[in-house]
């Protein structure tokens, strides 16, 4: 009895000894667990938190891609380094706040096109006449000129040569005051009712004069880029570009300003031009599109011309006496006035010859001119001047103004 007693208490200090210990050690295990949970969940936290959202972030974003920067040269400003990004640019900049030359442009574009839609349906001079509407119509023209000189561009011309620069930007206006005045001479005609005489010829030679000044003063600074010499094609192709320069003048002069429609479309190569660089420029078209643009254009205008020199007779004048000017011209090197004085005096004495004589002196003319473009290949004049300029201003100029000037 008394030895059952014993191991009754020794069982019973035993259990509480167990559950002490249990109590004790047991609280210290959880504590344990805890802590290796929350280790575990702030180490998993901290990846996350680190980790995996940058790297995300850095997935989503586009990788950068490195632009080759340069200096570009402008008219009037020091060089500026830009950067010649493939990217298209604003259509509108800050040279333009008032948006006058993108509305000027606009309309002078919706213009031509309904000139032009009226001379497809039968309109042989376009809807025009000596009326005040009419000049209404054509002074957006001229203030769309004077609107475009506060931009700046390159001083030369890129070696693609479907950018515009300050010199091609004063030859233009004074071409496009040119066939403007022109212009106002049939309008002025058809008013009084009689011809101005020796009016279209004073024109020309006003034009001829302006054209030379602008040629100096660029030559002066050193930044006279020919026009058609510059461009990377053979030299025969140089020559003929060179030769198709005259039949226009040389167009004007048999015309005497009958109608508006040739003008008109005259001047409409010179803009519209323009407005196909400017689009280029703004990464809007690429320099295809302005090759395919520019022949396009004056296919339209010489048929216009080509028409009125067949219904007023003098088209085999016309051709003979371009013919001439450019053999004069180029070859035998005279003065600009002195080819179009004798073309002039020609052209006023055309009724002496019959159209049979002036044919045979326009083909052979033009055998001669061919034959010589394929000569050019050897003259020194017809050889390409872009290859020895600098490009400093021309090769990574395609983003001035947004880049470089406008930012």
């Given at each position: 009895m008394v030895r059952e007693c014993a191991l009754t208490q020794q069982s019973a200090s035993r259990s509480r000894l167990h559950s002490h210990i249990r109590s004790k050690y047991g609280a210290m295990l959880v504590l344990a667990c805890t802590v290796a949970v929350s280790e575990n969940s702030m180490a998993h936290w901290r990846a996350s938190a680190f980790t995996s959202l940058p790297q995300r972030t850095w997935q989503q974003r586009e990788?950068?891609?490195?632009?080759?920067?340069?200096?570009?040269?402008?008219?009037?400003?020091?060089?500026?380094?830009?950067?010649?990004?493939r990217r298209s640019v604003p259509l509108f900049t800050n040279e333009d706040s008032w948006r006058v030359h993108a509305i000027l442009g606009f309309f002078c574009v919706a213009h031509y096109l309904a000139r032009f839609c009226l001379y497809a349906v039968g309109d042989v001079d376009m809807g025009f006449a000596a009326d005040i509407p009419t000049l209404g119509f054509l002074a957006p023209h001229l203030a769309l000129q004077f609107s475009g000189f506060h931009f700046r561009m390159p001083r030369r011309r890129t070696q693609e040569g479907s950018r515009q620069w300050p010199e091609y930007r004063w030859q233009a206006f004074v071409y496009v005051?040119?066939?403007?005045?022109?212009?106002l001479v049939v309008w002025a005609q058809r008013a009084v009712g009689y011809p101005l005489c020796g009016a279209v010829e004073a024109i020309v030679f006003i034009r001829l004069f302006f054209s030379q000044a602008v040629i100096k003063h660029f030559s002066a600074l050193g930044e006279y880029t020919p026009t058609f010499r510059a461009i990377r094609v053979p030299p025969f192709m140089t020559y003929f570009l060179c030769a198709s320069q005259f039949?226009?003048?040389a167009g004007i002069l048999a015309g005497g300003a009958q109608r508006f429609a040739g003008i008109f479309a005259n001047l409409f190569v010179l803009q519209f031009t323009a407005f196909a660089m400017t689009l280029h420029r703004k990464?809007?078209?690429?320099?295809?599109?302005?090759a395919v643009i520019y022949p396009t254009i004056l296919t339209m205008a010489a048929a216009v011309n080509m028409r009125e020199a067949i219904e007023f007779g003098y088209l085999w004048p016309m051709l003979a006496v371009a013919n001439v000017a450019a053999l004069l011209r180029m070859e035998l090197r005279w003065s600009k006035y002195a080819v179009w004085i004798v073309g002039a005096i020609l052209l006023q004495c055309r009724q002496r010859l019959t159209q049979a004589s002036w044919m045979t002196l326009a083909t052979v003319t033009l055998v001669v001119i061919g034959v010589r473009a394929f000569q050019a290949s050897s003259q020194?004049?017809?050889?390409?001047?872009?290859?020895?300029?600098?490009?400093?201003?021309?090769?990574?100029?395609?983003?001035?103004?947004?880049?470089?000037?406008?930012?």
């Open positions: 990788p950068c891609r490195k632009v080759p920067s340069s200096r570009v040269t402008l008219h009037g400003q020091r060089t500026i380094a830009t950067q010649s990004g005051v040119c066939c403007l005045a022109l212009l039949p226009v003048t990464r809007r078209v690429p320099h295809w599109v302005v020194d004049r017809f050889r390409k001047e872009v290859t020895e300029r600098p490009l400093d201003t021309t090769r990574y100029s395609k983003d001035l103004e947004e880049e470089g000037v406008n930012a």
